[in-house]
């Protein structure tokens, strides 16, 4: 066995996380070093932007029913158990983990020790030990990179193992098939075995940090971009797919602390990453210039097609998935906060795309409001966004993403109440969506208006004039903003029939009830009563 490259102090793998008889070991190599043994290993190619293509195999994205979380005396009674949070027993991990470390024998792997979460006050080291270097090289543009004398002295409190070529058995291990990525809150540990996609690294460490800072830190997680203004203000931006959150966060006027996953501490808005994880689907110089820059040698592109006969990247093209995804260090965007760090936010966003038409382009939200709609994370999806919808159809991501949350989702929205109690911090529920009717029969919020209604709540031109409250949902509209026509600011006021507006606005207050049935049992009466008011 020979050991390459740097290592911390507390870096045998057999004492710390029992891998023994391993082949070479490869530690903390260079993203050079990774991308010439990608080639090498035939797992990937150079495109004609400079990054380097691969592809995860079978699986293109996350598996939720593959997640899994040991339950133990620390996660039993923490934990909010169900068909996000998966029950995994101490015996079936430490078994199927001896099973993947006798996988592991004679193979070369490669490590990698980085940090999570920028604000040292909340660091969190890792090390990251993959059966690829494509893997470990995911793992060096997403995580914080620690400088030389860092990873001299680098002891490693959590370690993920992913080995995509290992199979689990279900009869044997108990999984439900033979991919999986399991969470041990208690050894400190995240293994994946049987999927190749980068993703599966990324969100299981948030999801440690999701669990982490709300539990043990009073640090609330948030799953969300952020910015910050010429002055200094911090503004958040939380968002499910297709709301707009990457491209309205997107201002050439404020630089970017981060594009997914932050941590609100007392006095600071941090980035848990390093780097960006970005969609490419359609991605072209004039709707994404960040992104489409930032690809570039250092960058990884995963399960892109090209143009035919050449090493041109063909974003359009979707013969592998839609789900195609570039991965880059953060400074490949030249329009950055360094360290990836701002204060407390003065504005939070609520991005929605509302195919029904009937919530505001734009309204101000209550403390309680706001850890209402935080807990629904409304959107809608749309005709032709998935097979088999051909009417608007509601979609609720508790926090704005569900999928990544240990704690009960009132956990979350209650650290949020608490961060606003006693602040000026304006929270914002913006809706890019339809306009004048539903999907079908109204049109899409034009992009321009919304940037202005954003800007304007910004830059205080909102904190003095007047509003009105809607009915049913009782959410506060601005009768004027800057740059943006009055007659469309009461959702209301653009219908034809206003009797179908009524009766529309009524069905989706129905879908935010019922979805908060699930929560109402361990949900406070303050949430509660920001409910909208159905009528009878």
């Known amino acids: 066995m020979d050991i390459f490259g740097k290592k911390g102090k507390n870096a045998n793998l057999s004492e710390t996380i029992g891998l023994t008889n391993l082949g070479n070991q490869f530690w903390n190599l260079s993203p050079s070093d990774l991308i010439e043994d990608t080639i090498i290993n035939g797992q990937g190619v150079l495109t004609d932007t400079g990054a380097i293509a691969i592809?995860?195999?079978?699986?293109?994205?996350r598996s939720p029913k593959d997640r899994f979380i040991v339950c133990d005396d620390k996660t039993e009674d923490a934990v909010w158990w169900g068909d996000i949070n998966i029950k995994f027993t101490p015996e079936k991990?430490?078994?199927?983990?001896?099973?993947?470390?006798?996988?592991?024998?004679?193979?070369?792997?490669?490590?990698?020790?980085?940090?999570?979460?920028?604000?040292?006050?909340?660091?969190?080291?890792?090390?990251?030990?993959?059966?690829?270097?494509?893997?470990?090289?995911?793992?060096?543009n997403m995580f914080i990179r620690p400088t030389d004398e860092e990873i001299e002295n680098f002891d490693a409190e959590w370690n993920v193992v992913c080995a995509p070529g290992f199979m689990a058995d279900p009869e044997i291990d108990g999984t439900r098939q033979?991919?999986?990525?399991?969470?041990?809150?208690?050894?400190?540990?995240?293994?994946?075995?049987?999927?190749?996609?980068?993703?599966?690294?990324?969100?299981?460490?948030?999801?440690?940090l999701n669990f982490i800072l709300p539990h043990e830190k009073n640090v609330l997680s948030m799953h969300c971009s952020a910015n910050i203004g010429k002055d200094g203000d911090t503004a958040v931006f939380f968002g499910l797919s297709g709301t707009g959150k990457t491209?309205?966060?997107?201002?050439?006027?404020?630089?970017?602390?981060?594009?997914?996953e932050h941590g609100w501490a007392d006095d600071t808005v941090f980035n848990f990453e390093g780097g960006c994880y970005a969609k490419t689907i359609d991605l072209?110089?004039?709707?994404?210039?960040?992104?489409?820059?930032a690809i570039k040698y250092g960058a990884i592109l995963e399960n892109i097609g090209f143009v035919d006969g050449t090493s041109t990247p063909d974003y359009e093209n979707t013969e592998i998935t839609?789900?195609?995804?570039?991965?880059?260090?953060?400074?490949?965007?030249d329009n950055i906060v360094t360290p990836s760090v701002g204060g407390a936010p003065k504005n939070i966003f609520f991005l929605t795309a509302d195919a029904f038409g009937v919530l505001p382009p734009i309204s101000k939200l209550t403390r309680g409001q706001a850890m209402y709609h935080f807990m629904s994370g409304y959107t809608a999806k749309v005709a032709g966004t998935e097979m088999g919808i051909t009417e608007p159809q509601t979609t609720f991501s508790a926090g704005f993403g569900a999928a990544f949350l240990p704690l009960h989702p009132s956990k979350y929205a209650e650290l949020l109440g608490e961060k606003l109690k006693g602040t000026d911090i304006n929270v914002w529920l913006i809706n890019t969506g339809w306009s004048g009717g539903s999907y079908g029969v109204g049109s899409r919020m034009k992009l321009p208006y919304t940037r202005a209604m954003i800007t304007a709540a910004m830059d205080g031109k909102l904190d003095n004039v007047e509003y009105k409250t809607q009915p049913i949902f009782e959410l506060a509209i601005p009768t004027e903003v800057p740059g943006v026509p009055s007659e469309i600011l009461n959702p209301k006021d653009t219908w034809v029939d206003k009797a179908e507006f009524d009766k529309t606005a009524n069905h989706l207050a129905e879908q935010f009830v019922k979805n908060f049935e699930i929560f109402a049992d361990e949900t406070s009466d303050a949430i509660l009563s920001a409910a909208p008011k159905v009528m009878a």
């Open 93 to 140: 991990f430490d078994a199927l983990y001896n099973r993947m470390k006798a996988y592991l024998m004679d193979k070369d792997v490669y490590v990698r020790d980085a940090f999570a979460c920028a604000d040292e006050n909340h660091r969190l080291s890792l090390r990251v030990t993959t059966e690829f270097p494509w893997s470990n090289h995911f793992a060096h």
């Open 178 to 208: 033979h991919n999986f990525a399991i969470l041990n809150f208690t050894r400190k540990m995240a293994i994946i075995g049987g999927t190749g996609y980068t993703g599966e690294i990324k969100k299981g460490i948030f999801s440690v």
């Open 284 to 293: 072209s110089k004039e709707k994404e210039p960040q992104i489409y820059d």
């Open 322 to 333: 839609q789900n195609t995804r570039v991965s880059y260090p953060i400074h490949h965007i």
């Open 55 to 61: 592809e995860t195999g079978e699986f293109t994205g």
């Open 247 to 260: 491209t309205l966060s997107s201002d050439e006027n404020r630089r970017l602390i981060g594009d997914d």
